[in-house]
């Protein structure tokens, strides 16, 4: 059973930074690709981010390229989106999640097999 826990999600003022982390466990990701992705009400999970656990390759959504930074840690099956120069448009539930794959940076969330329970990010103006 593949589980997913993020944390580091809050409130925060326009410009501020955050630190989002997402703590996996269940199996092997050493060929898995973690990706963030975040949904307002009403709206489908959109992409953020992308990182391979195996190469460290990223992609990122055109939105937050230049502000977000995705990372990892292979030790500890974790990976952590770090988020610069918030704006109000960032406010979301943030989840993270992963695919089994040795190849690509999936950008659709209906490729991801697994998905943590989501933490909000609220940035007022």
């Known amino acids: 059973q593949v589980q997913l826990v993020e944390s580091g999600g809050g409130l925060v003022q326009a410009g501020g930074s955050l630190r989002l982390s997402c703590a996996a466990s269940g199996r092997s990701f050493s060929s898995v690709v973690m990706g963030w992705f975040r949904q307002t009400p009403g709206k489908e999970r959109d992409f953020v981010a992308a990182i391979s656990m195996s190469s460290g390759s990223t992609d990122y959504a055109a939105s937050v390229r230049g502000r977000f930074t995705i990372s990892r840690d292979n030790a500890k099956n974790a990976v952590y989106l770090q988020m610069n120069s918030l704006k109000p448009e960032d406010t979301a539930i943030y989840s993270c999640?992963?695919?089994?794959?040795?190849?690509?940076?999936?950008?659709?969330?209906?490729?991801?097999?697994?998905w943590g329970q989501g933490t909000q990010v609220t940035v007022s103006a």
């Open positions: 999640a992963a695919k089994s794959t040795r190849t690509g940076l999936p950008s659709r969330q209906s490729e991801y097999s697994y």
